[in-house]
């Protein structure tokens, strides 16, 4: 059986995975609900076989990081 490639966005709020999306942007807008309650957010890519990107909400800058 051929495996076929995962293609996706992984949100995660306080650290448990909440969402699922299939571009960043959606995963985004995803995330908005939760900004106001200041929770932990992360966004995770699921785009196999590239490696794993992964951001992280910050709120001193209202933006989204990546982490590298």
Do not use: C, H
Request: aromatic content about 12%; hydrophobic content about 45%.
């Amino acid at each position: 059986m051929e495996s076929t490639p995962v293609m996706g966005y992984v949100l995660s709020v306080d650290g448990a995975a909440t969402d699922f999306a299939a571009s960043f942007e959606a995963a985004e807008q995803a995330a908005k609900e939760y900004i106001p309650s200041k929770r932990t957010l992360r966004i995770e890519s699921a785009v196999a076989p590239a490696p794993t990107r992964v951001w992280n909400y910050d709120y001193s800058i209202g933006a989204w990081v990546e982490r590298l």
